[in-house]
């Protein structure tokens, strides 16, 4: 909130502006009265400024007329800035959070968010982010003033009756005892309703990412279900919310309408024993039933700011969710790398119950063609995946040209990288955009020569807007083939030392894997390329080949001469 303190401090101004008007409201009424019931209420300064020709009578309801206008329309205009202002930095505030929280889950690892999910993540930074101008705007603010004219209001009643003042200062501790007593109890119904709230939009999240499974498997009445049994329990817990909050109303309401009657009573028999006039008595019921409005919303902000303070408080959790890739303050830069890779006693594993690497070890000099097999779930991916730091090894090092990954800068890293990803990812652009995602700059020819070896540029060229056809969400409008060779292009296209392919080949046909074979063989000459495939054809232009077995990894062949070949 500190970047926003100069406009917060403004529309404090303004507020504080409106509390005199706000006092005022009732003098209109308590002159035209006193002039009726004969109480001559002219004020001295006022009476200068009543034309002569004016009955005492007319002067007066012209002043209370004049008085009422000048104090709507000041009130009005200021009320008119305050709502722009407040509007402006309540959405610049939240626009600055936001991106502040998705800056920071972007940095978060992958064992965070493969924990979390992504709907719970996305309600905190969409819904619950919002909540910090709730706190600053709907909340200090207003209780600041709402303070400020309670204090006017009790001051103006001693002035006219201090009797009447003491029924109002007994009221504000009771008022105060109730408040404290409900707080805590929103705050946890507050707690648990958001977090209902964020499993249901967890579920809907869930289920639309995945609805191909979810319709081929006929499960859309048990998704409903789901949906429907979380969206049921925030219900209930806001109907839970909604009965302490009435309840808490109904009880300030009743303190305060208990008070005005007391003060009815005593004020009345002040009138007649002429301690009061009719007009101050006016004033004194005015803002004893309007001190319900600076302590009710008191009170009532009270509890609404407990409710903004568990979303923010829930926001910020994830905001304080510590990076566990972290980068060193003095983090070394990389230009372009050779390649030399060095595993040395790593170890790995994601649930310490079962462990995926054990003490693995190997040393590669720079432009090695490594070939890695294993079985299903062997952890040839989380190998990989150690290299760019997506994870970190749970014991042991690995090096890049003799020095340690974690002293280089990630981004400088993960751009010594091509990838081609086991299970291709693309975005929802056109397919010369997806191909060219790490280097937007690139010319169509360089796409287009990209395409044509990872075989992609035939049946592009196919598709009615070739290049510039969309390709919906997540590539969603290519076939599985299809969206491998495109993101087999964008990765040859990106001109890294290291080239790490994840069953490239996977999805294609024999004749296409071939035909990419060969052409990625061009591309990996004087690359440190690793290659995880099931079929030889891929692992041909490995000089080396690795089983990872039971977390171990043992060498299948050697082709010394090569590697010699391919260091020189
Ligand atoms: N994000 C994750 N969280 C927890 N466990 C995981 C995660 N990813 C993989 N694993 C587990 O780690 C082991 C290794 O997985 P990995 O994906 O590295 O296997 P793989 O050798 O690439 O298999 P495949 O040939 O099927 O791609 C598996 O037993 C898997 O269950
Ligand atoms: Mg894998």
């Known amino acids: 909130m500190l970047p926003y303190s100069g406009l917060l401090s403004l529309i404090l101004f303004i507020e504080l502006l409106c509390i005199p008007l706000t006092l005022l409201v009732p003098v209109p009424l308590k002159l035209a009265i006193d002039s009726l019931t004969g109480v001559r ?37 200021l009320s008119f800035f305050s709502w722009l202002l407040q509007t402006y930095t309540s959405e610049r ?115 639309l990412s995945a609805l191909r499974v979810v319709k081929a498997f006929g499960q859309e009445r048990r998704e409903y279900r789901r949906y429907l049994v979380q969206s049921n329990r925030y219900v209930r817990g806001q109907m839970q919310l909604a009965f302490l909050q009435s309840s808490f109303y109904v009880l300030v309401g009743l303190t305060i309408v208990a008070a005005s009657a007391v003060a009815l009573v005593l004020g009345v028999r002040h009138v007649r024993t002429g301690l009061l006039t009719v007009g101050d008595l006016l004033i004194v019921m005015h803002y004893l039933s309007k001190l319900y409005e600076p302590l009710g919303m008191l009170s009532g902000k009270w509890v609404e700011v407990q409710a903004a303070l568990v979303s923010v408080g829930r926001a910020f959790t994830l905001l304080e969710e510590a990076p566990e890739v972290t ?8 230009g372009r790398a ?12 994601y649930d310490p119950r079962k462990p995926v690497l054990r003490e693995v070890s190997f040393s590669i000099p720079p432009g090695t063609h490594v070939g890695l097999l294993g079985q299903s779930g062997a952890g040839k991916t989380t190998l990989l995946s150690l290299l760019t730091r997506l994870y970190e090894p749970t014991a042991g090092n690995i ?24 299970e291709p990812v693309l975005f929802s652009t056109t397919i010369a955009e997806n191909i060219a995602y790490t280097c937007p700059q690139t010319s169509r020819s360089d796409v287009v ?29 290519l076939s599985g083939g299809e969206r491998q060779r495109i993101s087999l292009a964008r990765a040859f296209l990106k001109n890294a030392p290291i080239l790490i392919l994840d069953e490239p ?14 052409a990625a063989e061009a591309l990996m000459r004087g690359r440190t390329t690793f290659v995880i495939s099931h079929r ?33």
């Not at 002043?63 to 206008?69: G, S």
């Open 399 to 422: 090096l890049l040209d003799g020095v340690d990954l974690r002293e280089y800068k990630l981004a400088d890293l993960r751009d010594q990288f091509s990838i081609v990803l086991q």
């Open 505 to 518: 080949t996977s999805s294609v046909d024999t004749k296409a894997e071939a035909e990419i074979v060969e």
């Open 536 to 568: 030889p054809i891929a692992l041909q232009h490995c000089q080396l080949q690795f089983e990872l077995k039971d977390g171990k990894l043992t060498p299948l062949s050697w082709d010394v001469r090569s590697i010699l070949n391919a260091e020189r």
């Open 93 to 207: 505030m939240i626009l600055e959070f936001r991106s502040q929280l998705f800056q920071h889950v972007q940095r978060l690892s992958l064992t965070f968010h493969d924990r979390k999910g992504a709907g719970d993540t996305t309600y905190r930074i969409q819904n619950d982010a919002p909540a910090l101008s709730q706190i600053a705007l709907k909340g200090t603010i207003p209780a600041i003033t709402a303070v400020l004219t309670l204090a006017g209001m009790v001051y103006i009643t001693a002035r006219l009756d201090w009797r009447l003042a003491i029924i109002a200062l007994v009221l504000i501790p009771c008022l105060f005892l109730v408040t404290h007593r409900y707080s805590d109890r929103v705050h946890d119904e507050w707690t648990h309703v958001r977090e209902r709230d964020s499993r249901a939009m967890s579920v809907l999240n869930e289920t």
């Open 41 to 77: 209420a002219m004020p001295h300064f006022a009476a200068h400024w009543m034309p002569a020709s004016l009955s005492p009578q007319n002067a007066e309801l012209l002043l209370a007329a004049a008085l009422m206008l000048v104090a709507g329309v000041l009130q009005y205009v």
């Open 338 to 349: 050779h390649g030399a890779i060095d595993f040395r006693q790593v170890s790995f594993h």
């Open 327 to 334: 980068e060193y303050p003095n983090a070394r830069g990389i």
């Open 449 to 477: 020569q990209a395409a044509k070896m990872a075989n992609a540029h035939e049946f592009v060229m196919q598709l009615p807007e070739g290049y510039d056809t969309q390709v919906g969400a997540r590539g969603a409008s």
